[in-house]
Nanobody, 124 residues
Framework: QVRMEESGGGSVQAGGSLRLSCVAS????????VGWFRQTPGKERDFVAA????????VYADSVKGRFTISRDNAMNTVYLQMDSLKPEDTAVYSC?????????????????WGQGLQVTVSS
C-alpha cells in the first residue's frame, strides 16, 4: 500500500484560493492514479478530482470544473489540488487517495490507500 499525506488546508473567504498537496510514499507516482475526495458531517464522501498515471489524464466533478485544477509532480511524488473561486459549499474534509487503476477514478471503492484528511473551511 501507499502512504498518503495531505497538507495545505485551512480557512479562506469565499472567492479565495487554497492549494492542497498530497505526498505519496511506498509506490512510485508514475504508476499510481490519485484522487481527491471530500466529506461533510453526516454525508457520504464525494469525488472531487483525479489524475491518472496514464497520460496524466484528469477528471473532475461537475461542481468543481473550471475552479479546481489537479496536477502531479512525479519526481516529487506529489499531487496538487489548486482550488480557486472557493465557495462556502466547498467546506469539507478533503482526502487524497491512491490506486493502481486508471479508469473509473471517480469511484471511491477502487482506491486502496487513503490519507488522514484535512479541513478546508470557506466563509461567506
Amino acid at each position: 500500500q501507499v502512504r498518503m499525506e495531505e497538507s495545505g488546508g485551512g480557512s479562506v473567504q469565499a472567492g479565495g484560493s487554497l492549494r492542497l498537496s498530497c505526498v505519496a510514499s511506498g509506490r512510485t507516482l508514475g504508476s499510481t492514479s490519485v484522487g481527491w475526495f471530500r466529506q461533510t458531517p453526516g454525508k457520504e464522501r464525494d469525488f472531487v478530482a483525479a489524475t491518472s498515471w496514464v497520460a496524466g489524464n484528469t477528471v473532475y466533478a461537475d461542481s468543481v470544473k473550471g475552479r479546481f485544477t489537479i496536477s502531479r509532480d512525479n519526481a516529487m511524488n506529489t499531487v496538487y489540488l489548486q482550488m480557486d473561486s472557493l465557495k462556502p459549499e466547498d467546506t469539507a474534509v478533503y482526502s487524497c487517495a491512491a490506486t493502481p487503476r486508471f479508469y473509473r477514478l471517480n469511484v471511491t471503492e477502487i482506491y486502496d490507500s487513503w490519507g488522514q484528511g484535512l479541513q478546508v473551511t470557506v466563509s461567506s
